[in-house]
């Protein structure tokens, strides 16, 4: 895990360079406060790469869930379903 600073935000512009040196150099994560509520959070480039790939992978994850799910109700559909859309749509008949 990684070690996490909370700060509150006014301190990044009181110590900018050694709170961004802290994240890139020893990888820290800093969550930034207003009024003792957590608004933001600076994290490595790295990490953020990291973050962006697991957030795609849930997606993933969930449409695959969701097929699987979908699977079953989609056999309850008509099997001459296409035929119909096409008609309603199209006006035509095979």
Known sequence: MPNINIL???SLQKSYKSIIEGVKTNKQVVILT???VPQAAI???EDLEELKFAKAA???VEMLTLATESREELKNLPSNLRN???EIL???HD
């Open 8 to 10: 509150p935000a006014r």
């Open 34 to 36: 207003t009024n003792e």
């Open 43 to 45: 994290v490595s480039l």
């Open 58 to 60: 849930q997606h993933v």
């Open 84 to 86: 119909q859309a096409d």
């Open 90 to 92: 199209y006006g035509k």
